[in-house]
């Protein structure tokens, strides 16, 4: 395991518990909310670029330009801190897959470039995420068992649409839903890997939209299936 690095921190080494939400009347709750949004922000932008364990509270803190305590009140401790961070940055893959479902079919495969036109366009939560998994990967580690259940509800979304559409005909019968499910992830992930390391070598949304169409073609159960999610076109239309 990679050793501490702040040791004014304590940092936990148990999941992520739910944060405290601090107490204020009526006429403070927005300007709170707000306010707790923007230490967040805070928060995911030194984590993404010094990692969890590489950022004490104190820089949090003074960055954010109030005191320690200050901070301590909203999230309670760094673990509350990093529960905040991923709770508001890490749900919109989740969302995005449960719009996948309700697509459904090799229609929601097509849509997978907007995910990677998503990241291009806020590089800085796709790197957040890409330091956070990295820093989690032992069980012991305070968010492992938050994105061990991230990746099972992912691959669990992703093979309800190829079951889903199985039972239409669309997919082949013979696909693996879990194992694709499996396989789509660990290709957009590691295609997202190798743009954040070499962004200008690697176009993360050519190769997505790519990867899309060659995983249509290997799901769909007839080529006019291919031709009508690909095109909106029967195949043999001229």
């Known amino acids: 395991m990679t050793p501490r690095t702040r040791e004014d921190d304590d940092e936990p080494r148990r999941s992520p518990r739910p944060t405290r939400q601090p107490r204020r009347g009526p006429g403070r709750s927005e300007r709170g909310a707000r306010r707790r949004e923007e230490l967040v922000t805070i928060a995911s932008e030194l984590f993404a670029r010094s ?3 590489g950022t004490g509270l104190a820089e949090v803190a003074a960055r954010a330009g109030i005191t320690q305590p200050a901070l301590l009140y909203y999230f309670g401790s760094k673990e509350g801190l990093l529960q905040a961070v991923i709770e508001h940055r890490g749900a919109q893959s989740i969302e995005f897959a449960r719009e996948s479902v309700a697509i459904g079919g090799l229609r929601a495969i ?5 995910s990677a036109h998503r990241n291009a366009r806020e590089p800085g939560l796709a790197r ?3 330091v956070l998994i990295m820093e989690n990967l032992d069980p012991q580690d305070p968010a ?6 991230r990746y099972r509800r992912l691959r669990e979304l992703i093979a309800r649409i190829i079951t889903d559409a199985q039972a239409t005909g669309e997919i082949r019968a013979e696909v693996d839903p879990g194992l694709k499910a499996a396989e789509l992830l660990a290709t957009m992930d590691g295609l997202q890997m190798q743009w954040l390391l070499d962004p200008g070598e690697v176009d993360l949304v050519t190769a997505i939209e790519s990867y899309a169409l060659t ?13 009508t999610t690909v095109t909106g076109e029967t195949a043999g239309h001229e």
């Open 51 to 53: 990692g969890f364990r």
């Open 110 to 114: 097509r849509e997978m470039p907007a």
């Open 128 to 130: 957040l995420l890409a």
């Open 144 to 149: 492992h068992d938050y994105f061990v259940q």
């Open 215 to 227: 995983l249509i073609r290997d799901l769909a159960a007839d080529p006019a299936a291919y031709a």
